[in-house]
């Protein structure tokens, strides 16, 4: 089936720093989403993002996060700057249209140390 | 409180038998989503049913969205079956958000 694909699979950041989880969605889909699954909770919604603008975004989504996905390549994540609380998989998502079947990646695991 | 409920949180089977999965919801849902999550981690879509019954190879989806419930139907367990199953609602009303439950963990074994 459809590929989204997440690099890297794990990362590991001192408190403070700055990271970008990176997305590659399927090829011709047109919407984003990042969700945020802490160990052993459920998954969270973050955002979403279409035609590059920012649709919806959850009280998760705080201030020090954002989104853009520059001249159609990756769809990114940043964290400016990390707090130990960010510590999740970051599940990147997307769709052809809106609302519809979504295709997740495998995750990345941030570690904030 | 607790937007999507599943249960059981856990369910234990052998090889060959059926699993029934539910999924309840607290508010208006225009569809339901089930996923499979990998022990890895990883998300695989299953089906996807705003109403009524779907079936896909030996999983089957019934959404009742009136009654806020859904369930999925597995049959015929495989040891790769084994997972957690996760149920996710969609509000609608011009949102693409999903809401998840906690999941089902499903181990089947031999």
């Known amino acids: 089936g459809p590929k989204v694909l997440q690099i890297p699979s794990h990362q590991i950041i001192d408190m403070g720093q700055m990271v970008t989880l990176n997305c590659d969605p399927v090829s011709n889909h047109l919407y984003f989403y990042w969700y945020k699954q802490i160990l052993g909770q459920q998954m969270e919604f973050l955002v979403n993002f279409y035609n590059g603008k920012v649709m919806e975004k959850s009280k998760l989504f705080k201030d020090q996060f954002s989104v853009e996905r520059p001249d159609g390549s990756y769809f990114t994540l940043k964290i400016q700057p990390t707090a130990l609380e960010d510590s999740a998989v970051y599940f990147c998502?997307?769709?052809?249209?809106?609302?519809?079947?979504?295709?997740f990646g495998a995750g990345t695991r941030l570690s904030v140390l | 409180g607790q937007q999507v409920q599943q249960s059981p949180a856990s369910l234990v089977l052998q090889e060959g038998e059926n699993a029934e999965l539910q999924c309840n919801f607290s508010?208006?849902?225009?569809?339901l989503q089930w996923f499979y999550q990998r022990p890895g981690g990883s998300l695989v879509s299953l089906l996807s049913?705003?109403?009524g019954t779907k079936h896909t190879g030996r999983l089957t989806s019934t959404t009742v969205t009136k009654e806020r419930r859904g369930s999925l139907h597995i049959s015929s367990s495989q040891i790769t079956d084994s997972g957690t199953y996760l149920c996710a609602m969609e509000r609608g009303g011009g949102s693409a958000k999903l809401i998840f439950g906690e999941g089902t963990k499903l181990t089947v074994s031999s």
């Open positions: 508010s208006t849902a225009t569809r």
């Open positions: 998502a997307s769709s052809l249209n809106w609302a519809e079947t979504l295709y």
């Open positions: 049913n705003p109403s």
